[in-house]
């Protein structure tokens, strides 16, 4: 399966591993060169735009997903699951010059708890841009009286 581009879904994520101090450490992404696209231009990304990560990150309702672009662009968020499939999309276009925000409501999404990749797609009159970071979904557990 490919999208509209040709290219493969990400990825999936490998499981959180515990060190042996007993701490865990995230989720990898298996055979990230599989998953690159090649008509998105990921290695000189950072000339273009800057993708933060989300805060907060883990998050249980909303989170922001900041990011800078250097130019005007229009701009395109794709989150994809643990096993790499693509969840949601969300499109942005003319943005400007300067910081800017995506923000993500948990429920409207309907994602469940768990690891998501969001990859940023930005497309400017100098080609097609790309960087991808991993957000946390968590769900909150009621305490007993």
Do not use: W
Not at 106 to 125: K, R
């Amino acid at each position: 399966m490919t999208d509209a581009h040709g290219c493969a879904p990400l990825a999936p994520l490998l499981p959180n591993e515990t060190s042996s101090s007993g701490a865990s450490s995230p989720a990898k992404i298996l055979n990230r060169s599989a998953a690159a696209c090649s008509y998105c231009a990921e290695d000189e990304s950072n000339l273009h735009f800057t993708l933060a990560q989300n805060q907060p990150n883990p998050y249980l309702s909303i989170t922001v997903i900041p990011f800078t672009l250097v130019g005007a662009a229009d701009v395109q968020l794709d989150i994809f699951g643990s096993l790499g499939r693509k969840v949601t999309s969300i499109v942005r276009k003319a943005l400007k010059t300067g910081e800017q925000i995506i923000t993500l409501n948990l429920s409207g999404l309907g994602l469940a708890t768990g690891h998501y990749v969001y990859h940023l797609q930005v497309t400017n009159s100098s080609g097609v841009y790309c960087q991808r970071k991993m957000m946390t979904i968590y769900e909150a557990v009621a305490r007993p009286d």
